[in-house]
């Protein structure tokens, strides 16, 4: 959290309890005002009352029920009015306390996103112009062209998020479930990301015959994004696993690293819109914090489960369920 939106809370919080103070003070000052002012008028009234009055003892009992109907109103009234103001300050304190931290992590994610999106056209452009005006041996032609390639691939990546989050968010976007080779869509992904990036150690140990009911796109998203954030908080040389396996009536797909991990506090935390961990050392890699936010929102509507563990001795295990789609002619 940085120092602006610490000071913009610190600010809200403690207007909110000089204002919430102060309500309560008032409230109470005209509880006790009205209190004595209905004392008052009660001893007035036994004042007038005389002493030889045959029905002396009846209208005193009169005066005395009135002024504790008054008390029990006064009571019932204040309660009620204290409730609705520490209710609704209260609502208001949590929603401009999100409302500004909203506000930050869309800054974030626009420093975040016009980064991302400048990097890959300045690079492809860098490229282009070099392939242009230069006379090159061929495998530095296609090095030069692998390269912008796969910052044309992550541009387009990060197109498809930042759509699909809005798509799915304002529920625009229509899913078309058929049956899929689950098996085929985890090993395509696998195998992209291992031409993408040779030097990486990615292993892939994918059963066959897994089929699921679901849309292809999505699941080619969720997939890629898992991988993706594992590559990225990943160290060159650790290796990331990409499993796919079966179990009952249950797909299991894992995708593991040997990155810096997840803090336990923050596990649930990162499949947030927009949320990025507090850690320097993660806020300084690329990313919008749409990636796993778009994994839980496809999970969610694929009615499986998508969980966090840690992968020892350091690490974190993404662990997608979704249930088996048993094919007609199986």
């Not at 004595?36 to 008028?41: E, K, S, T, V, Y």
């Not at 520490?86 to 500004?100: D, E, S």
Request: aromatic content about 8%; proline content about 2%; overall charge positive.
């Amino acid at each position: 959290m940085t120092g602006n939106i610490k000071k913009k809370l610190i600010v809200v919080t403690v207007v909110y309890w000089v204002l919430l103070t102060y309500m309560i003070a008032a409230l109470i000052w005209w509880f006790v005002a009205l209190q004595n002012q209905n004392a008052l008028m009660a001893t007035m009234r036994l004042a007038e009352l005389k002493l030889d009055d045959s029905h002396y003892i009846e209208k005193v009992n009169i005066i005395e029920d009135a002024r504790k109907r008054k008390v029990a109103q006064y009571i019932g009234e204040g309660s009620t009015f204290l409730a609705l103001i520490i209710i609704g300050a209260l609502f208001v304190f949590r929603a401009t306390r999100r409302q500004i931290r909203l506000s930050q992590q869309q800054q974030n994610f626009m420093m975040a996103v016009t980064h991302e999106l400048k990097t890959p056209i300045a690079v492809a452009q860098l490229n282009l112009e070099t392939l242009q005006k230069r006379k090159l041996d061929e495998d530095t032609k296609q090095k030069l062209l692998h390269n912008t390639i796969q910052e044309a691939t992550r541009l387009n990546a990060l197109c498809n998020n930042i759509l699909f989050a809005a798509q799915l968010d304002s529920g625009v976007y229509k899913s078309s479930k058929q049956e899929l080779s689950w098996t085929d869509i985890v090993a395509e992904s696998s195998d992209n990301f291992i031409m993408r990036f040779p030097k990486r150690k990615i292993i892939k140990d994918i059963e066959e015959g897994i089929y699921v009911l679901g849309e292809e796109l999505l699941l080619q998203m969720l997939v890629n994004n898992l991988i993706e954030n594992a590559i990225k908080y990943s160290p060159t040389d650790a290796a990331i696993m990409i499993g796919l396996s079966k179990n009952n009536n249950k797909t299991i797909l894992t995708v593991a690293d040997e990155g810096i991990g997840i803090p336990d506090e923050e596990k649930k935390r990162v499949l947030e819109k927009f949320y990025r961990t507090g850690d320097e050392k993660t806020r300084s890699t690329k990313g919008t914090g749409l990636g796993l936010y778009l994994c839980k929102k496809i999970i969610q509507g694929h009615k499986g489960t998508i969980t966090i563990t840690d992968n020892n001795p350091k690490g974190s295990i993404f662990t997608v369920i979704i249930d088996y789609y048993q094919l007609k002619d199986g």
